[in-house]
């Protein structure tokens, strides 16, 4: 069964540290990993893409990266502030379909 | 650019009435579209894709059905709503399996 883990649940956190998300997943056989971030009531926006063939993506002060072959994924992200508090989610795309993990969220203390 | 659109936004229905939620891509041709459901508290479960008109698969057994009566046009639609059936949808595309899942800003649906 292809299942998504995300560690920790909730995190929180005070203004400017840094901070990494985790992510796991059972098959390894991706064809990519990609990161959303969720407000709430909101839909998902997309922060990241990585394809399987990939080690790593970075977008500003997001760094997202993949090991397919022990099946996780980190994301990276640099002095946190406020406004990045949200859900962060990841899921992993198994041909048609792509399996979500349950979140992280993220809450950043001014 | 390519947009998503899906409404209503929220949507209250009693139990045992129908329900037609839309989807519409703008700016691509012959997109991938999903229907996911969010529970309160819960990771998303996919409910239906289509990879082109008239093809949809079904992931999960339930109350639901779903239909692509045109190249970017996706529908939800139940012939009658249970209480169980209460929840966040979100609709989304993509292009081919490399491309980046993109979701619509969803339907919070409550059943009473």
């Known amino acids: 069964k292809q299942e998504v883990t995300q560690i920790p649940a909730a995190l929180s956190v005070p203004e400017g540290e840094n901070l990494v998300l985790n992510c796991s997943f059972t098959d390894s056989a991706i064809y990519n990993l990609q990161w959303f971030r969720q407000d709430p009531g909101k839909g998902l926006t997309s922060l990241l893409l990585?394809?399987?063939?990939?080690r790593e993506q970075t977008s500003g002060r997001l760094n997202a990266s993949l090991d397919k072959s022990s099946g996780r994924s980190t994301l990276y992200i640099a002095a946190s502030q406020p406004g990045d508090s949200a859900t962060y989610l990841c899921a992993v795309r198994y041909g048609n379909k792509l399996v979500f993990g349950a979140g992280t969220i993220l809450r950043v203390k001014s | 650019s390519q947009t998503i659109h899906q409404w209503p936004a929220t949507l209250v229905q009693p139990v045992g009435s129908p329900l037609s939620l839309e989807c519409t891509v703008e700016?691509?041709?012959?997109?991938?579209l999903y229907w996911y459901r969010q529970a309160a508290g819960r990771g998303l479960q996919l409910l239906f894709y289509?990879?082109?008109?008239?093809?949809i698969s079904s992931e999960v057994p339930q109350n639901l059905s779903a239909s692509r009566p045109q190249d970017r046009q996706f529908i939800l639609s139940s012939k009658k709503l249970l209480l169980s059936d209460s929840g966040f949808y979100l609709c989304a595309w993509s292009g081919h399996f490399n491309s980046p899942l993109h979701f619509g800003n969803g339907t919070r649906l409550t059943v009473t």
């Open positions: 990585i394809q399987s063939s990939q």
């Open positions: 289509s990879v082109g008109i008239g093809q």
């Open positions: 700016g691509t041709s012959n997109p991938n």
